[in-house]
T-cell receptor, first 114, second 116 residues
Framework: DADVTQTPRNRITKTGKRIMLECSQT?????MYWYRQDPGLGLRLIYY???????NKGEISDGYSVSRQAQAKFSLSLESAIPNQTALYFC?????????????FGPGTRLTVL | AQKVTQAQTEISVVEKEDVTLDCVYE???????LFWYKQPPSGELVFLIR??????QNEISGRYSWNFQKSTSSFNFTITASQVVDSAVYFC?????????????FGTGTRLAVRP
């Protein structure tokens, strides 16, 4: 089984709809992240969480919210989706305790907002 | 602010050629980490290597090698005897240990196409 899973893997929705992307990990890592990838722009950080009670905005948090329900779960919500939120979304985890801070990524969720 | 530049947007080579992907970074921290990730056509991001700022030794892993030079703020990636399976988008990334924790700043990626 994959260490970092994302659901759904693909989603098509309409403008104005609320949508939630979910991320779960079995790696036991304390830190979790949400990124979006747009063609030609690389990956940009939306939100990150260093533990269940520590959630921080990233570079492009406007229009998004997150919830860290447990150490293993980190959800990303779009309260009212808009077409320019069409992108590939990645969840990542890292283990600060080991000192390596390498981030490991989920398989991605492809979101299309019509 | 930290920044990663991958000036090569796309590279196309013929199988068995060597190819070098360039990565130039900017940071004010003295302690930082550099990464390379591979994104094959299937879309997932695969971790390839992590290098900390105090270790300038070059690294080789099979056909892959990395050249880290602090003097030029570069962390270049070379694939020797390229294969079709190396076709992917490759991302270089930077995290600053002091000023931004382990948040990653990515370059815009280099798309490598290896033709048979």
């Amino acid at each position: 089984d994959a260490d970092v899973t994302q659901t759904p893997r693909n989603r098509i929705t309409k403008t104005g709809k609320r949508i939630m992307l979910e991320c779960s990990q079995t790696k036991g890592h304390d830190r979790m992240y949400w990124y979006r990838q747009d063609p030609g722009l690389g990956l940009r950080l939306i939100y990150y969480s260093f533990d269940v009670k520590d959630i921080n905005k990233g570079e492009i948090s406007d229009g998004y919210s997150v919830s860290r329900q447990a150490q293993a779960k980190f959800s990303l919500s779009l309260e009212s989706a808009i077409p320019n939120q069409t992108a590939l979304y990645f969840c990542a985890t890292s283990d600060h305790g080991t000192g390596t801070d390498t981030q490991y990524f989920g398989p991605g969720t492809r979101l299309t907002v019509l | 602010a930290q920044k990663v530049t991958q000036a090569q947007t796309e590279i196309s080579v013929v199988e068995k050629e060597d190819v070098t992907l360039d990565c130039v970074y900017e940071t004010r921290d003295t302690t930082y980490y550099l990464f390379w990730y591979k994104q094959p056509p299937s879309g997932e991001l695969v971790f390839l290597i992590r290098r900390n700022s105090f270790d300038e030794q070059n690294e080789i892993s099979g056909r892959y090698s990395w050249n880290f030079q602090k003097s030029t703020s570069s962390f270049n990636f070379t694939i020797t005897a390229s294969q079709v399976v190396d076709s992917a988008v490759y991302f270089c990334a930077l995290s600053e240990a002091e000023s931004s924790g382990d948040k990653l700043t990515f370059g815009t990626g280099t798309r490598l196409a290896v033709r048979p």
